[in-house]
C-alpha cells in the first residue's frame, strides 16, 4: 500500500477530515476547508502520529526480537507488526489506522 492510500485510510478511520488532497512533496495530507486547511502528517510528526494513536485506542509493543512485518486481526482489534528503524513506529500507529479504516 502507498503512503497516500495508508494517509487516506488512516483518516478516514479517525474521522479526520474533509481530506482536500495528498501533498506528495510532503507525504501529507491536506484537511479541511479551502480556506482554512491544515497539514496532517502522521508519518513524520509525533504529535499527529500519537493523537492518531490515542483516537483510535492503538496500543503500541516493542518487541527487540520479532524482524517480520505485517498485520493481524484478532477479536482485540489490528495487531500490527512492523520492523523498527527512525520511523517504525510512527508507520506502525499509521498502518494500524488504515487497518482499522478498511476492517469491517
Given amino acids: 500500500m502507498n503512503d497516500q492510500t495508508l494517509l487516506e485510510r488512516a483518516a478516514h478511520a479517525a474521522g479526520i477530515g474533509p481530506v482536500l488532497c495528498y501533498e506528495t512533496a510532503r507525504n501529507c495530507l491536506r484537511v479541511g476547508d479551502r480556506e482554512h486547511y491544515r497539514l496532517w502528517r502522521p508519518l513524520d510528526d509525533d504529535g499527529d502520529a500519537l493523537r492518531l ?50 476492517t469491517p
Fill in 53 to 102: 494513536a490515542v483516537k483510535l485506542g492503538v496500543c503500541i509493543v516493542f518487541m527487540e526480537d520479532h524482524d517480520s512485518v505485517g498485520a493481524e486481526h484478532s477479536r482485540h482489534g489490528v495487531m500490527i507488526i512492523e520492523a523498527m528503524d527512525d520511523f517504525g513506529t510512527r508507520r506502525a500507529i499509521v498502518r494500524a489506522a488504515a487497518e482499522i479504516g478498511v
